[in-house]
Structure formats: C-alpha cells, structure tokens
C-alpha cells in the first residue's frame, strides 16, 4: 500500500512540476507547430503568419529566433502605415493575438517570474496532499502520508483586501510612464515639424540678386544638412553608444564635410556643437536680420526638445514607488496559492491551482513590464527613421526654387522693399547690404499770427468783511520738511 502511495504521488509531482513550466518561453519546434495550429480563419487573412517581411504592426513576423530582454526592443519601433492601421483593427486580431501570444516579447520576459510562483503553487498542491491526504489515480481517497502535519492556508479576504491598493500602483506605474512615452513622441513631432519649417523660410526669405544659382544652392544645401545634423547628434545623444556610435560617425563622413564632421564627434556635447552649426549656417544667408531671427526662432524649440529629452532620460520614476511596487507584487503573488488553494477543491487534488497562479501572474507581472519598457521611451522609438525622414524632406525642400512651378514670381515685391531694399538710406543693418526704405521728408511748419494782447482789466476792491483772514503762525514743520521726513524713515527700514 506504501509503494501505490509512493508512486502515485510521485506521479502527481512530476505532472505538476510539469505544469509548471507551462508559461515558459516555447522551443523553436513547438512554435512551429503552434503556428501550424493557427485556424485557417486566421492564417486566410492579412493577419497570418504567412507575412514575408515584418511590418509596423508586426515586427517579428520573418524572425525566426525571437528575442527577448534588450534585443527585443529594436523591433518596436513601429511606424504605421494605413495597411497597418487596417491589421490593427482586424476583426481577427484577438484569435491572432491568442494564438501568438508565445511571440510576445513581453511574455517572454516573465518566463522566470512565472516559473517562480507556479513552483510555489506546485509545492502548495504537494505539500497539503502529504499532509491531508490526496486522491489516486484511481479515483481513491488515500490519508496522509505523514501524519501531524496542518495543511497550509490563507483565507482569501486578505487577498481581496489589497488588490485594490495593487491595482492603484500599477495603473499609476502605467500612466506616469506612458507620459513619459508620449512626452518623447511629442519632442521628436515638434523636431520634425520645424526642420522642415526652418528650412522652409530659409529657402524663401534667400536674397538671390547678388549671388549665383550655385551659390544659392550651396548656402541652402548647407542648411539642410546642419538641420539633419542636429536631429543625428540628438538622436546619438539619446541611443546607447554600443547600438549607434558606428553608424553615426559613418553618417556623419558621408553626408557633411569632414571637418564639420570631426568638430561634432570631438565635442563633448555634440547636439549643442550641430546645433551652433546650424546657427552659424542661418546666419551667413543673405537676408534682412528681422528674417533671420524668424529662423533662428525655430533653432530656439530645437534646444527646449534636447532639453526635455535628456530630462526623460536622465530622471527615471522614482525609484521608491519602483520598488516598493515590485516588493508588493512579489509578495502578493507568491502568497496567492495559499489564499486560492480552497477553491479550487472540485479539481483533482487542487492541481488547477498551478495553471490559474500561472496566468494571474502573467497578466499582473505583464502590466508592470510594460511600464518598465516604457519608463525608457528613446530605444522603442523610431528615431533613425525620424531622422531619415526628416533628411529627405530637407534636401527636397532645398531643391525647389522661386517660379519651378510655371509661375512668374517677381524677385523683389513691393511690400517687401523692407526687407531688400538697397538704394535707401542706410539704417540697422545697412552694414550687410540691407538697407532701410527712404524716410519720407517731414512737413513744412505752419505759422499761425501771434495772439494780440487784450486791456487788462481792472476789478475794485472786495470790501473789509471779504478780505482774506491773516494766515496762521507756523506751529510746526511744514509740509515739504514732513515729506523728506517720511522719506528718510521709510529709506531707513528698508
């Protein structure tokens, strides 16, 4: 009777040691076969894994060895498209989603912690079955194997009783680092945006009367590239150095002169060293100086975007709320078996405890992951394609020129004068070239005649009782000696 004891319980640990490890990341075999178990409503439609390149949406989908930690977070830096944005709201997305869920990077991160509280249930489940008896294969209640043993426990209300003051952490973890996300989308919205502004008004406010078209095209040619120089060395600045110090000084030789080049990769703060580039390049175009501080305007929001990056950077959550979070998960999850054991009593010797801890603690260790990867926003961010991007629309912008489109455009418009004006006066700026509109000549004075003086008038004498009352002898200091008196003491309280 030992011996069937022995064996059966034998059997029922390995089985749920077993069970254990069922959130643990896939062999590349069984990923195969999940893929071939993929519905054919699924794998019929744009969302199956039959896509040959990855896309935004699915970055992973011709990687063959996924991965996971920090290599994973280069394949999130998605930018959609409207082909997408149409697998994005899939009818099929959650049967997808379900069905890959062993491709998620986030999940394969949790491999350990899960591993970690499905063991703990397990040895709840063994533990209780040597000390309060456990059913056999065959259906037969069997005693304990070691008797005197008290079965181990918690009662649920404890569980029920924090869970709140849980959730509240990590929604709060989750909101305050999606802000941080969507700050770091912002800043590099607003470095697009006013790249091609910047080089917008530099292409339109050139005075090309006294230089030639090659002149031009340099002078313009020479802002685009100190624009993308800027966004490169802001990009490089917020990047580990081992994933793009190569391919930055690379970029930076084969798009700029190499002495230009070698300033920025010797400056300690290289953003600030493209950014005085990109000023002095503004400041060599010939135009007024009110134009100039228009562009300069937009090199100005350049500055404030670097800044609020490296704040991102550089200033985590606090680290307090961290770890206090992760302590209070931690705890919470692996006394979790010993609160949910008791209900789960309808399955055989409690064994669907171990796959419920498994997957509570997969989607409540998934929430706070998230948050982790997104305390950090710069290396899930698509910055080289940004930087890219913004590249090709300032070397196209450069290369339009007043009149390609067919029309006739007048060098120098009349309400422009102010701006280009040569054969007026000289004024601010005169030095440059640019001078100011003629002032106009002021009026001739009018004279009006003199006033003639009228008689003086002569008015008799008000009587006795109208006469003035003699003034009164001075009692005291008058008013002006107040006056400097009152200055002199409030002088002397402050």
Not at 244 to 253: G, I, R, S, V
Request: charged content about 20%.
């Amino acid at each position: 009777m030992m011996m069937v004891k022995s064996v059966s319980l034998a059997l029922l640990a390995s089985a749920l040691i077993g069970g254990a490890h069922g959130f643990a990341p896939p062999k590349p075999q069984s990923l195969m076969a999940k893929q071939a178990a993929i519905p054919n409503r699924v794998r019929n439609t744009e969302l199956g894994p039959h896509d040959k390149e990855g896309t935004g949406w699915n970055s992973f989908a011709n990687l063959k060895d996924i991965p996971s930690g920090e290599e994973s977070r280069k394949f999130r830096r998605t930018v959609y498209s409207h082909d997408d944005w149409k697998k994005h709201r899939s009818q099929d997305r959650f049967i997808y989603y379900l069905f890959a869920i062993f491709k998620s990077g986030v999940y394969k991160n949790l491999g350990r912690e899960v591993t970690a509280t499905s063991l703990v249930a397990t040895l709840v489940v063994i533990y209780n079955c040597i000390a309060g008896g456990y059913t056999d294969l065959d259906g037969m209640q069997q005693a304990a194997i070691i008797e005197g043993l008290p079965k181990i426990g918690l009662p649920l209300a404890a569980f029920t009783l924090t869970s709140p003051s849980l959730g509240l952490l990590l929604v709060f973890r989750t909101n305050s680092s999606y802000k941080r996300w969507d700050e770091a989308r912002k800043n590099w919205g607003m470095n697009i945006n006013h790249t091609r502004d910047l080089v917008r008004m530099a292409n339109c406010y050139y005075d090309d009367r006294n230089v030639t078209p090659e002149q031009r095209a340099d002078d313009l040619n020479h802002v685009a590239l100190c624009t993308w120089a800027f966004v490169r060395s802001m990009k490089r600045h917020l990047s580990p150095e081992w994933e793009d110090e190569t391919a930055f000084q690379e970029e930076l030789y084969e798009k700029l002169p190499q002495q230009q080049a070698q300033m920025i990769l010797d400056a300690a703060h290289r953003p600030n060293r493209a950014l005085q580039d990109l000023s002095y390049a503004i400041d060599d175009l010939p135009m007024h100086f009110i134009r100039k501080n228009e562009i300069h305007k937009a090199a100005t929001i350049f500055e404030d975007n670097l800044g609020s990056s490296e704040r991102i950077l550089t200033s985590p959550v606090p680290l307090f709320y961290s770890r206090h979070l992760a302590r209070f998960l931690a705890v919470w999850l692996v006394f979790m078996p010993l609160g949910l054991y008791d209900a789960f009593s309808g399955s055989w010797n409690h064994a669907m405890l171990i796959p419920a801890t498994a997957v509570i603690s997969t989607m409540l260790i998934g929430i706070e992951e998230i948050g982790t990867q997104l305390e950090e926003p710069f290396t899930v961010l698509p910055m080289q394609a940004f930087c890219d991007k913004i590249y090709n629309w300032c070397m196209e912008i450069v290369s339009w020129t007043p009149g390609d489109n067919g029309r006739i455009v007048n060098s120098v418009k009349t309400e422009h004068a102010f701006f280009t004006s040569g054969d007026a006066p000289a004024m601010n700026g005169a030095a440059n070239g640019y001078a100011a509109p003629p002032v106009a000549a002021a009026p001739a004075p009018v004279y009006e005649p003199a006033p003639v003086a009228a008689a003086p008038v002569e008015y008799a004498a008000p009587p006795a009782e109208y006469a003035a009352p003699p003034a009164p002898e001075s009692e005291g200091p008058s008013q002006e000696e107040l006056n400097r008196q009152w200055a002199a003491a409030a002088m002397g309280r402050r």
